[in-house]
């Protein structure tokens, strides 16, 4: 989508830089691939960033010599790219472009035990490797407009996909079959790609929180769980609704106006200055309230960007206070597995004055 406005991309590795000494680090080994292509646009998969105070340098090998060099143009990041065919050539590159650094930070959550030890003993013998947890995660937390521009993207499509399909349910597919249709209707309005393997559970099926859509008939009477998204410019959307396949019964249309409620007081607990816990309470405490709070098996929600799932997590036990620029999912649910489930999920935009949804599909339960 050409009509998506920019990114501050550059601005980006220089927050980072301010963050390195409070980790105990001179420079930064970003391996991460997502990380990477926040700091510098390159969508490649093999890659390393090495992040210093002099500079930048994306290594890579020869299939990506071009596409690494217009990518991190076009996205104006303070980076030079440096190509080798080999690993041991790489390894070079690395040493040389973070300049002696006497301590290198690490990613440890993105670094295996052997990449490690091969740092130590091939690439920075005389360095000292620190390792660092979080530093990316909480700059891509919060997201800048051109960002946020492309999750409304994303969202919208999703939007319309669901719009355009949910009729079928009423005809009696699969749910393999309604997930491809779906799918198909995602990319024909020009998402690049789905967000993540999409989620039809219908009847028992969709009592299973994280069902993968299966060979079943849906049928008269079925609570269906629909949990999808769309991918633009490489950020994701995140949406759910349920659907009824006639009429509810008295349990289903408990458990519907129930989850509603609950979705409706979380979404309305979203605000800068709330910790995460306390959305999570919001719609826990709604179905709790009514006998069952067992049946609401996960957590409220997550954080949505470049990886579907991302801080900061809405749960129990997180830790994360809202501010201006998070993104995060509000989505409880309720699971009988002798009834079916029943899951409400939205996209959530944290503002200056309050927060607003942008996923906008209707939560009629209706096909």
């Known amino acids: 989508m050409s009509d998506l406005p920019p990114m501050d991309v550059a601005g980006r590795t220089q927050r980072l830089l301010a963050l390195l000494e409070g980790a105990g680090c001179e420079v930064l080994l970003v391996?991460?691939?997502?990380?990477?292509?926040?700091?510098?646009?390159?969508?490649?998969?093999?890659?390393?960033?090495?992040?210093?105070?002099?500079?930048?340098?994306?290594?890579?090998?020869?299939?990506?010599?071009?596409?690494?060099?217009?990518?991190?143009?076009?996205?104006?990041?303070?980076?030079?790219?440096?190509?080798?065919?080999?690993?041991?050539?790489?390894?070079?590159?690395?040493?040389?472009?973070?300049?002696?650094?006497?301590?290198?930070?690490?990613?440890?959550?993105?670094?295996?035990?052997?990449?490690?030890?091969?740092?130590?003993?091939?690439?920075?013998?005389?360095?000292?490797?620190?390792?660092?947890?979080?530093?990316?995660?909480?700059?891509?937390?919060?997201?800048?407009?051109?960002?946020?521009?492309?999750?409304?993207?994303?969202?919208?499509?999703?939007?319309?996909?669901?719009?355009?399909?949910?009729?079928?349910?009423?005809?009696?597919?699969?749910?393999?079959?309604?997930?491809?249709?779906?799918?198909?209707?995602?990319?024909?309005?020009?998402?690049?790609?789905?967000?993540?393997?999409?989620?039809?559970?219908?009847?028992?099926?969709?009592?299973?929180?994280?069902?993968?859509?299966?060979?079943?008939?849906?049928?008269?009477?079925?609570?269906v769980v629909i949990d999808f998204g769309a991918l633009v410019d490489g950020y994701h959307s995140d949406m759910t609704r349920t659907l009824v396949v006639g009429e509810p019964s008295a349990t289903q249309r408990r458990m519907l106006d129930l989850v509603l409620a609950s979705q409706a007081a979380g979404v309305a607990a979203v605000a800068p200055g709330v910790r995460c816990s306390e959305v999570d309470r919001a719609c826990r405490e709604v179905i709790a309230d009514a006998g069952w709070g067992e049946a609401f098996l996960h957590g409220t929600g997550h954080g949505v960007g470049l990886d579907i799932h991302e801080a900061p997590a809405v749960s129990t036990t997180s830790t994360a206070t809202l501010v201006a620029g998070h993104v995060v999912t509000v989505e409880p649910g309720v699971y009988l597995p002798e009834h079916g489930g029943v899951r409400i999920e939205d996209t959530v935009i944290v503002t200056e004055g309050g927060s607003r949804p942008i996923t906008l599909a209707p939560k009629t339960i209706a096909p």
């Open 31 to 223: 391996t991460n691939l997502v990380d990477i292509r926040y700091l510098t646009g390159f969508t490649g998969s093999a890659g390393v960033l090495a992040v210093a105070p002099h500079g930048s340098t994306l290594v890579s090998d020869g299939r990506y010599r071009d596409q690494a060099a217009d990518e991190v143009a076009a996205s104006g990041a303070p980076a030079v790219v440096s190509i080798s065919p080999t690993q041991a050539g790489q390894r070079l590159l690395l040493a040389e472009a973070l300049g002696g650094a006497a301590t290198i930070g690490l990613q440890a959550a993105h670094v295996s035990w052997a990449a490690q030890r091969s740092y130590a003993a091939d690439a920075f013998p005389d360095a000292t490797l620190v390792p660092t947890d979080g530093l990316l995660e909480g700059l891509r937390a919060v997201k800048d407009d051109g960002e946020v521009a492309r999750l409304q993207a994303a969202a919208a499509i999703a939007d319309t996909a669901l719009a355009a399909t949910r009729s079928l349910l009423a005809t009696g597919p699969t749910e393999r079959a309604f997930a491809l249709a779906l799918d198909q209707e995602v990319r024909r309005l020009g998402a690049e790609d789905v967000s993540f393997e999409t989620i039809v559970g219908s009847g028992p099926n969709g009592a299973k929180p994280h069902a993968r859509p299966s060979t079943r008939f849906v049928e008269a009477g079925d609570l």
